[in-house]
């Protein structure tokens, strides 16, 4: 094999002549057959040369002996060859590709394999908790896989512990709760989710096991998850099409990636399902695909399409390397090894992004809902589409047939996790407590805005009365409290009662204070109020007047602002907060629809709107911020400061209210936004 890589007989005679010429010409015999470039040789065999000879001469007789002077040859190496590196970067780099090379060597010609030389992590708190990772296999009956997102979430909890200098011993809600806001400040709600779920269970298994006094589980809430909250990831068959058709069949990778494609877009398939496929689960005598190993231990039988088949087919005969091992697909890169899920997934967001379709969170899952919603479109039972793409598909086919025209939306979890408003703050020695406990909520995806303000009323009145401690805190105060906030409508009067009455719940569970002090009941709804409804001429009288407004110098574009927000908000049905938060970029013009991101309840939805809204929007787009807007600019904005926010749209609108002189009904509310 050598002569493959070196032409020149006396160099081919000098490598083996070498004391280590037997275990480098096994070397490169492993990585040639492992896919490996021949540059690799030409730079790794000097150095496997220069090695020999250096282990010789400092006394080693064979592989297991020269494993000691690995480390001395890497210095030597670096001292002689690292001077022309300009950085204390490349000396590592040197340093590392040195250590590789050799250790490579020796691992082959000694154990037959090479192993990673990453130091092995126990278990998380294995000493503290042992027998956890036991529970979850054996009692639980959870897979390797779920059991390794446990571990990611445990070694986070195991880092601030020592950051903290605690145990899982001496684990209380105070520490729990700090962790989890710091933790969570970058997850999204599914993260936020499975981190709270992890820890309900090891604070479960720690109780029962009598490594902790009392069930801590409590003191962990789960946030909310609200289904129909986000969009379906699904694309159209056209942009299906225009993303087959950026696939460069000509060369191998790009073969392997065309099967893989047909594979998830046609039987809905997962990533690690794709990825797992071995030879014999094609049936090529029956025309069948078996896909084992599913979800919760189901096994699936599909007919193997004629289009799949001949992909299949023509990635074997002339893209898929030449080994003993049963994988289907392989990396395209050495070492010759089976794709991963991820591998699987970046392929679909490459191709995704080189037929300029645009979609959230792309990745495998996409083709798996463009499965699903084309079985929808066909009019395929729920039960049907099930049992074809496998369980647990019920909430997927579900979204997708709530509507079917949804399609991508970004997510905007990150606002909620700040401080609390800068425009009021705390005063009192609650000032503590209540920025922990709205960070808290913040942090488990609550966006907790109005709930805030609530706790700032709360504060400024103990600050009022000079009250200096909890224990002061009874309910003769909380009811003069209260009373001192007179609320007319009862929905408006239990919203300020039960802010104050959770705050105190998690002020007890943190052992803040011995008791509850709220003590007023709530208030029964008696009827809901009737709305006034504007007419079409209302309307188009409010337009007028908001085409009147003048213009400031801290506001310009006043009238063309707020004319065409007060035209969305009758026109769509939109809330305000609604038309605040929108962006340039959520204006979607080619197919008429507004995106309305991470609304109420965390929704996020798909709003179409008529030529002439249309109109209206494209003639604002380009008045106000010209022909190519940043996407990312607000579509609402008086200077670059930021947008317009909803307190000022509101007000805005009342004050034009006594200009229409409206007519309302008896029983009627006032209008209001």
Known sequence: MLERYFIRPGTVDRI?????????????????????????????????????????????????????????????????????????????????????????MLELALHGSVEPHRPHKAFPFEAEAPGFAGYLRDERGLKLSTIQHYVHYLNGLHRFIVRADASVTSLSPALLAAFIVDHCAGLGRRSRRNLCGTLRVFLRYCHRERVIDRDLSVAVQPPKAHRLADLPRAITWDEVRRMLNCVDRRAAVGRRDYAMLLLLVTYGLRAHEVAGLMLDDIDWQHERLNIPQ?????????????????????????????????????????????????GISSAVVRYLQRAGVRVHRAGAHTLRHTCVQRLVDAEFSLKAIGDYVGPPVDRVDQDLHEDQHRSAARSCHGQWGGLMSRRAELRSFLAGPIKTFVQFKRALGRKYRTEAAALRLLDAYVAEHRIGALQQIDARLIDAFLASRPREHARSYNHLVGTVRRFFDWALMQGLVEHNPVTAPSRRVNGQRIPYLFSLDDAKRLLAIARGLPSRSQAPHRALVYETVFALLYGLGLRVGEVSRLLVDDVRFDDATLLIRDTKFYKTRLVPFGPRMGERLLRYVQQRHGVHPDPETPLFSFSKRGRVSELTLSQTFHSLLPRLQLDIPAGVCAPGT
Do not use: M
């Open 16 to 104: 083996r002549a070498n004391v280590a010429g037997a275990y480098i010409e096994h070397y490169v015999d492993r990585k040639q057959a492992q896919g490996y470039a021949a540059r690799n040789f030409f730079r790794h065999v000097p150095i496997l040369c220069q090695f020999g000879d250096f282990a010789s001469r400092h006394g080693a007789t064979d592989g297991w002996t020269a494993l000691e002077h690995v480390e001395p040859f890497v210095q030597h190496w670096q001292s002689v060859h690292g001077r022309s590196c300009k950085s204390d970067r490349a000396r590592a780099k040197l340093a590392r590709e040195t250590r590789n090379a050799v250790r490579q």
């Open 294 to 342: 599913r979800k919760a231990g189901h096994w699936s039988a599909y007919p193997l399409a004629s289009i799949v088949a001949e992909a299949i087919i023509d990635y074997l005969k002339n893209g898929r390397p030449q080994t003993t091992d049963r994988h289907v697909f392989f990396r395209a890169v050495a070492p010759c090894r089976p794709i991963t899920s991820p």
